[in-house]
């Protein structure tokens, strides 16, 4: 059974950290890019990072452009999004998604370009 798993949210304070991890089961990684995605409360879910399946194109939206970082290990099954100078606006549940998606496409691909979600991890960002 396909299935990905987000771990490592939590509370932290505003100029904290907090690395997100994104564990696949059940399919090969490798062939697949990777997204996270983010959704507080009464906003629609917009997208934060890519990554493709190779690891060498990654996007970030503006808002997060400095302070997070995305990266894979294949071997691993996993993905990471390591997020730096966190600030309250920051504060969602966090999603990962896997998709056959291009590294030539450029920009952060809208959520209908993934196949597959995971449950998602809330991330807190308050003093």
């Known amino acids: 059974q396909l299935q990905l798993v987000e771990s490592g949210g939590g509370l932290v304070q505003p100029g904290g950290s907090l690395r997100l991890s994104c564990a696949a089961s059940g399919f090969t990684l490798d062939n697949y890019a990777i997204g996270w995605f983010r959704q507080a409360p009464g906003k629609e879910r917009e997208g934060v990072s890519f990554i493709s399946s190779g690891g060498g194109t990654t996007h970030y939206a503006d808002s997060v452009k400095g302070r997070f970082t995305i990266s894979r290990d294949n071997a691993k099954k996993t993905v990471y999004l390591q997020m730096n100078s966190l600030k309250p606006e920051d504060t969602a549940v966090y999603y990962c998604?896997?998709?056959?998606?291009?590294?030539?496409?450029?920009?952060?691909?809208?959520?209908?370009?993934?196949?597959?979600w995971g449950q998602g991890t809330q991330v807190t960002v308050s003093s």
């Open positions: 998604a896997a998709g056959f998606i291009p590294a030539r496409i450029g920009v952060l691909p809208p959520p209908e370009r993934y196949a597959y």
